[in-house]
């Protein structure tokens, strides 16, 4: 009797097992697929819900991780921890040819641990092409010059915020990376006129850049950029007030512009504003206090830059209804962004005589 038991219990555990064998099988069989379907049709997938597939089963990690365009992205922004947490990341073969690093804000992270990854991780980093440094605010020159050395194909580099960094870092960024096409040195308050004078010469190509806040340059910098980067695409001027038309007229030589933020060009008169209508294709243009600037720039614009979509004329007093007239003849069926706050020219301000103007209008409010 005790033997016939014992053998029923042992057929109903491999009946158990067989049947967890199957549901797994069937499991890996159709569920892995329709994940795995998901994932690679889904490229916004965040990189930490990634990591978190892997641990749903053993099949679908190994599944994931022998794609290797699922990892060409590292993600640390706003982390703590995050130089170990990066020295870590490149360590795993997953990662061996991470093209994107995001590091915005990122806690902790040091010179001492972009020299770790020189000396343990700089194959991994070949592939690089975009860097995020933004807020890594204990990042020196010598962090920048150690990182762009293993780093030779970056072709963004953003360090916004970084008042340590100066014309030496940027003297590094251009020996060691000859493909940067997107320069962000917003904030760098250090960066002066010859780091402008090296990226003129060196940087061609270069499709965006922003200098936000880089107090330390002056037209001759800006002009040599203006100048010889012709390929620009977007530029970022915003709150620097020491400019003069002298340079804001070379900006009419960027005939690719589509992005032009002079908020704060204080000395940007019509005459500059009529030349940076040359620059047709402009989409998105930010005049905000530009204040020596009256009807006569604003229907320059009109004219020219038929493409226009939005446009931020806050706290200029010197414009009037007839400037958006003569918007609202060449662009109403474009402008989807239109601020006139503070402008007390306008007398036409509600938000219906906005809309009889520019019917596509979706937004009143650039700046809070």
């Not at 002066?192 to 107090?215: F, G, K, M, P, W």
């Not at 910098?221 to 001027?237: A, V, Y």
């Not at 239109?338 to 979706?362: A, S």
């Amino acid at each position: 009797m005790e033997s016939r038991i014992a053998e029923e219990a042992r057929n109903r555990e491999g009946e158990e097992v067989e049947e967890e064998e199957e549901e797994e099988a069937l499991w890996n069989k159709e569920t892995v697929p329709r994940v795995m379907k998901i994932v690679s049709t889904c490229s916004k997938i965040h990189q930490r819900d990634l990591i978190s597939l892997l641990l749903v089963s053993p099949f679908l990690h190994h599944t994931l991780i022998s794609h290797p365009s699922l990892w060409l992205v590292i993600d640390l922004h706003e982390m703590n921890n995050a130089g170990n947490r990066l020295i870590a990341a490149l360590s795993l073969p997953r990662y061996h040819n991470v093209k994107h690093i995001n590091l915005e804000f990122a806690q902790d992270i040091e010179d001492k641990h972009l020299e770790i990854l020189k000396s343990k991780c700089a194959d991994n980093l070949q592939n690089l092409e975009s860097l995020n440094l933004n807020g890594c605010q204990k990042i020196s020159d010598n962090g920048v010059e150690v990182i762009t050395s293993i780093c030779l194909n970056l072709k963004a580099f953003s360090i916004y915020w970084n008042v340590r960094v100066t014309d030496a870092g940027i003297k590094h960024l251009i020996k060691n990376c000859k493909r940067i096409t997107d320069l962000n040195l917003s904030g760098c308050k250090n960066i002066t006129d010859q780091s402008l004078h090296l990226i003129a010469s060196n940087y061609r190509d270069l499709e965006s850049l922003n200098i936000t806040r880089c107090v330390k340059v002056t037209d001759g910098g800006l002009q040599q950029i203006l100048l010889k980067c012709s390929s620009l695409q977007s530029l970022n001027l915003y709150a620097l007030s020491g400019f003069t038309d002298e340079a804001y007229k070379k900006i009419s030589l960027l005939t690719h512009l589509t992005f032009l933020d002079l908020c704060g060009a204080q000395n940007l008169t019509d005459d500059g504003l009529c030349s940076i209508a040359n620059c047709k294709k402009l989409v998105s243009l930010n005049l905000t206090w530009c204040i020596r600037v009256t009807d006569m720039g604003v229907k320059a614009i009109a004219e020219s830059c038929s493409s226009l979509e939005l446009l931020s004329l806050f706290g200029i007093v010197g414009v009037t209804d007839n400037c958006l007239e003569a918007l609202s003849k060449r662009c109403s069926n474009t402008i989807t962004t239109l601020d006139v706050n503070g402008c007390i020219g306008i007398k036409r301000r509600t938000r219906e005589e906005i809309l009889q103007l520019f019917p596509n209008l979706k937004c009143f409010k650039v700046h809070s």
